[in-house]
């Protein structure tokens, strides 16, 4: 048995894959996503408001409504964020060890 409780902002995810942000806004390409290499993006669970720091990127960035709106861009490969990735693995684990 495996349990995962996502605690950290959604945004967060977001943050860690700003290409998925930028196709979810068609944004023009590199807009966003060549700041993946600054040091609040690489460890996106750090910030302590996410969802303002997505705010101050996307200015319609709402909450709720726009999370659908990015999150079928998100790499499940690609993403800054340490606690993705450990959600993603947690997810590969089950597909692996289920009938």
């Known amino acids: 048995m495996m349990i995962r409780i996502i605690c950290h902002e959604l945004e967060s995810w977001f943050?860690?894959?700003?290409?998925?942000?930028?196709?979810?806004y068609n944004m023009k390409p590199n807009s966003l996503s060549k700041q993946q290499s600054k040091k609040k993006y690489r460890n996106p669970d750090q910030l302590n408001s996410a969802k303002q720091e997505l705010k101050g990127l996307v200015e319609e960035y709402y909450p709720g409504i726009h999370s659908k709106k990015i999150a079928p861009y998100l790499s499940l490969t690609d993403n800054t964020s340490h606690s993705f990735q450990v959600f993603i693995k947690g997810i590969k684990?089950?597909?692996?060890?289920?009938?």
């Open 15 to 24: 943050l860690g894959n700003l290409a998925a942000v930028e196709k979810a």
């Open 93 to 99: 684990h089950i597909l692996e060890v289920s009938p």
